[in-house]
């Protein structure tokens, strides 16, 4: 068997159970297959068990939800937000597609996430001009969360409303608290590449009620209670259907074990590839535990002898997706105009980041293929 003919390996493939198709087929069995219904009241209970009660609305999408999230904090054309430079373009988009600038900021190193010391140097200067963001908009990147204390305290000073992307840190912790109910509100991401997924969906959590009562408005077009249509506002077509929202579900009840899966994979590749020269891991920072949503780690050339691209190149050829680190946002193309606060921190990470394939149900069969590759580039 030549290299290329072995079966792919995927960075973070969907990872279903049976518990998906029994929710599933009640939805077909009780022909609510139309938008709304059970499974979606259902899986906004269950979730919000997990956001110690706060209210939630399941959306289409991580990036309708974090639309929603933006426009509720009021911004709109001519605002700037605040946004970790280090991320996934998702995170940044619906600001501009809202009118608004992104600033963007860099990262600390012990949590590759959002420098709360920067922020409160943007938010000191630009309070000081007189034109404070209207938003910060904190990631939890890889499934760590960021130092949200000092974050929280900072943007509560001068009004500014916190906005926690956790697209990617489900089952995350943040001094034992659940991610996304820190800020005014957060988001969550269930696209067929994350900790747990619907096909496609997202959560919009918060502790105010009324906030998430807005937004299942605006996520429904906005109709206003009448028995006619009448609208006063105009809103979106966001909600998560019925059908998808019963494979939440049966994901939800699988997920500390997903979070221990990947975990346990994390470690794996800590301890095998760990004496290799040159290679260090993304920490974990010590207020609290990451869902190591992807392994994640640098690799140095001058100490290492090979660099990231050697390593990711070579998978690709024995049909391994790895991954670069993300493209910090301030380096994208479509961001150039942009303003940036920093920026070695995450330009460096870029350049020697790799992530590696990290799906809970990847095999260690698979996995002993990907650490034999990442041996081989590095003993030749
Ligand atoms: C996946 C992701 C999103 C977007 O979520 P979708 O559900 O794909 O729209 C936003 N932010 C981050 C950091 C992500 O990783």
């Known amino acids: 068997m030549t290299k290329s003919e072995e079966p792919r390996i995927y960075l973070s493939p969907p990872d279903i159970g ?88 860099d990262s600390e190193e012990r ?17 000081g001009a ?14 760590q969360c960021a130092d949200l204390d000092p974050l929280v305290e900072i943007c509560d000073r001068y009004g500014v409303a916190l906005i926690e992307d956790a697209a990617e840190a489900l ?18 991401s269930f696209n067929g590449n994350k900790i747990i997924t619907t ?8 502790r105010d009620a009324e906030l998430i009562a807005h937004a299942r408005k605006l996520a429904t077009q906005a109709r206003d209670r009448a028995p006619h249509y009448q609208h006063s506002e105009l809103g979106y077509n966001y909600r998560m259907s019925n059908v998808l929202a019963g494979i939440g579900r049966g994901q939800l009840a699988n997920l500390p074990a997903k979070v221990a899966r990947r975990r346990e994979i994390f470690e794996t590749y800590r301890e095998r590839l760990g004496q290799l020269p040159g290679v260090e891991w993304m920490p974990e920072a010590p207020w609290g535990e990451a869902t190591r949503w992807l392994t994640c780690l640098t ?31 301030h380096l994208q193309p479509v961001f ?45």
């Open 18 to 105: 049976e518990e998906e198709r029994r929710y599933v087929g009640e939805a077909f069995e009780t022909n609510w297959i139309a938008p709304l219904g059970p499974n979606v009241d259902g899986f906004e209970a269950e979730f919000s068990r997990l956001c110690e009660g706060a209210h939630c609305a399941a959306l289409s999408s991580g990036t309708a939800a974090l639309h929603l999230a933006l426009r509720l904090a009021g911004v709109g054309p001519g605002d700037e937000v605040v946004v970790s430079t280090l991320t996934f373009v998702a995170s940044a988009a619906p600001v501009v597609q809202l009118g608004a600038r992104p600033v963007f900021v």
């Open 111 to 127: 949590s590759w996430n959002l420098d709360p010391a920067l922020v409160a140097q943007v938010l000191e200067e630009k309070a």
């Open 130 to 143: 007189g034109r404070l963001p209207r938003a910060v908009v904190a990631v939890h990147l890889y499934g």
């Open 171 to 188: 089952g995350a912790t943040y001094r034992g608290r659940p991610p996304g109910i820190f800020g005014q509100s957060g988001i969550f």
């Open 199 to 206: 096909s496609g969906g997202g959560m919009l959590v918060s």
């Open 299 to 329: 690799i140095d050339p001058e100490e290492a002898g090979v660099s990231r691209e050697d390593v990711r190149v070579e998978m690709e050829a024995r049909n391994i997706e790895a991954r670069p680190v993300w493209k910090p946002m």
């Open 336 to 380: 150039a105009e942009a303003e940036c606060v920093g920026g070695g921190v995450s330009e460096r990470l870029f350049e020697r980041g790799l992530c590696l394939p990290s799906g809970s149900s990847l095999t260690t069969e698979e996995q002993e293929r990907v650490i034999r590759c990442f041996q081989d580039v590095f003993s030749r």
